[in-house]
């Protein structure tokens, strides 16, 4: 079985705070990619059309999304996987998992380190077989310069796997002076908006991300924000896109199809 690593008993923030802030000066918080977004449209002609625009530029066509899940049973057991979703269709054309076993802690500001070296393994490993599928764009369940320190994890993976990467949060870091009670407020307030989503502003005047009202009639915000190579305009459009539920597709597939695989991983394991 696999190791998370670096292995560590003893946590070295010193360290870790050097390697974010070594990373950070590589940190791309705008569009930096030869794609463009396309049309989700069903109309025959504008599909038609699109598919000429495909032939004479690269459109976002294939869109990954990346997790961990962690045993509820067996502390010692974690569940990687990397899923990429054809965007036109939120279709999953191909999925990946890796079981390992968490053995650095989880340290509040530095998830990247027990969780970035596994999820970078699985994009590694997909690129390196040359799959049709290799995404051009990364979501992470986690976030991105919505962070204590201005760094996450999706920020962190997107510079290492040199990947466009959007930070999808299901919790609100309480920085800069943002709440979620605000957050709560302010989306109340718009209601009756089509759009629903609002920016998280902080009070030093920083834009943060962006708070988007969850489908389906769940009060649960999600918290949006850029990770790499990619603008916060365009990682909100991209999440529209995406969103049929609370989360973007390609988390909730990330997160159902990681939970159904630790499950059966557990099982398999208990009849050995």
Known sequence: MEKLSPSSSSVD???????????????????????????????????????????????????????????????????????????????????????????????????????????????????????PFYPQLLMVDGNGILHPRGFGLACHLGILADLPTIGIGKNLHHVDGLTLSGVKQLLEAQEDSAEGFITLKGYSGRIWGAAARSAGGSLKPIFISTGHRISLDTATRIVKMTCKFRVPEPIRQADIRSRDYLRKHQTRTSKD
């Open 13 to 131: 923030h010193k360290a870790w705070t050097e390697a974010q802030d070594l990373l950070k000066q590589k940190l791309i918080a705008e569009d930096d990619f030869s794609w463009r977004l396309g049309s989700k449209s069903n109309s025959k002609s504008m599909e038609r059309e699109e598919e000429k625009e495909e032939e004479r530029e690269e459109v976002l066509k294939y869109v990954g999304g990346v997790d961990i899940s962690y045993s509820k049973e067996n502390p010692s057991l974690a569940c990687g996987i990397l899923v990429v979703l054809e965007l036109k269709t939120l279709q999953v054309v191909y999925q990946d998992f890796c079981v390992v076993t968490p053995n650095v802690p989880y340290v509040p500001g530095f998830l990247a380190f027990r969780e970035a070296p596994v999820l970078l393994e699985l994009v590694e490993k997909m690129k390196n077989n040359n799959s």
